[in-house]
C-alpha cells in the first residue's frame, strides 16, 4: 500500500475485526472514518456474484463524473477486463480474504491517473460474509485531470493480504500490510504474544487443509 487512505482504512478494518477473519458490518463508525468517507465505498454481492456498489463516497462518483450507487462493479472497468476485477471482489468475500488493487484510469482525451484499491471483507452477520469496505485513491489529485471524468480503469496488478505478523512499534508513512496488525487494547504483551503465536499455528494448519484459499478467482 502507498496510499495514505488505503492504510488508513486497513488499519481500522483490522481494528475493529479483532480476532475475527473479517468485522461484522454494524461495527463500521462512519464517525471513526469521516475524513476519509469521500473516497470510500461499499460494494455487496449478488446472487450471481456480481458485486455491485451500495454506497460510493462523494469523490469517487466526482471522478466517474456520475453517481454510481447501484451500478456494478465491473462498469468502472474496461470492457475486455471486466471479468478479473468482479472475480477478485467476489473471491474477497468467498474466501474472506482482502485485497489490494492498482489500476490506471483513463480519460477519453488520453489522461491518465495511477489508483490504488483495497477490498476488505465484510459479514452481514456471523456466517455471511457479502460486504466489501473499499476505497478508490489516486496517486495525484484529481485537479491533474482538468474537468475530465474517468472512462474506465484498467487493471494493472492485484495480490491478496494474507496474515500479517504482530506490530509492535508505530508504522512507518506508508507501511506494507504486513506491518499493520495492531496490539489489542486491554492485553499485556505476554498474552498478547501467545494469543499471536496460537493465531498463526492455527493459519499454518488451516493452510494445509485448506488450498482453495490460494484460488480467489475459483467460482467452484
Not at 74 to 102: F, T, Y
Not at 155 to 180: G, N, T
Request: glycine share 6%; with cysteine.
Amino acid at each position: 500500500m502507498r496510499q495514505k487512505t488505503s492504510t488508513e482504512i486497513f488499519t481500522y478494518w483490522e481494528h475493529i475485526r479483532g480476532n475475527a477473519d473479517a468485522p461484522l458490518r454494524n461495527l463500521i463508525q462512519p464517525s471513526a472514518v469521516s475524513h476519509i468517507l469521500p473516497e470510500l465505498f461499499i460494494l455487496e454481492n449478488t446472487a450471481d456474484n456480481n458485486p455491485r456498489f451500495r454506497l460510493a463516497g462523494t469523490a469517487i462518483c466526482n471522478l466517474m463524473g456520475r453517481e454510481i450507487r447501484g451500478e456494478n462493479f465491473a462498469a468502472l472497468w474496461a470492457g475486455s477486463q471486466q471479468d478479473d476485477p468482479v472475480h477478485i471482489a467476489a473471491g474477497v468475500m468467498k474466501h474472506v480474504v482482502p485485497a489490494s488493487i492498482n489500476a490506471t484510469g483513463y480519460c477519453i482525451s488520453g489522461r491518465s491517473m495511477a489508483f490504488e484499491l483495497m477490498l476488505l471483507p465484510v459479514r452481514t452477520s456471523s456466517d455471511t460474509c457479502d460486504r466489501l469496505l473499499g476505497c478508490l485513491t489516486p496517486s495525484a489529485h484529481p485537479s491533474s485531470l482538468g474537468n475530465e471524468r474517468l472512462e474506465f480503469l484498467a487493471l494493472d496488478r492485484s495480490r491478496l493480504l494474507y496474515e500479517r505478523p504482530a506490530r509492535l512499534v508505530d508504522v512507518p508513512p506508508h507501511p506494507d500490510p504486513i506491518d499493520l496488525l495492531p496490539l489489542r487494547a486491554g492485553s499485556n504483551l505476554g498474552e498478547w504474544i501467545r494469543h499471536k503465536l496460537i493465531q498463526a499455528k492455527n493459519g499454518r494448519d488451516r493452510a494445509g487443509i485448506d488450498p482453495a484459499r490460494d484460488r480467489i478467482g475459483d467460482h467452484s
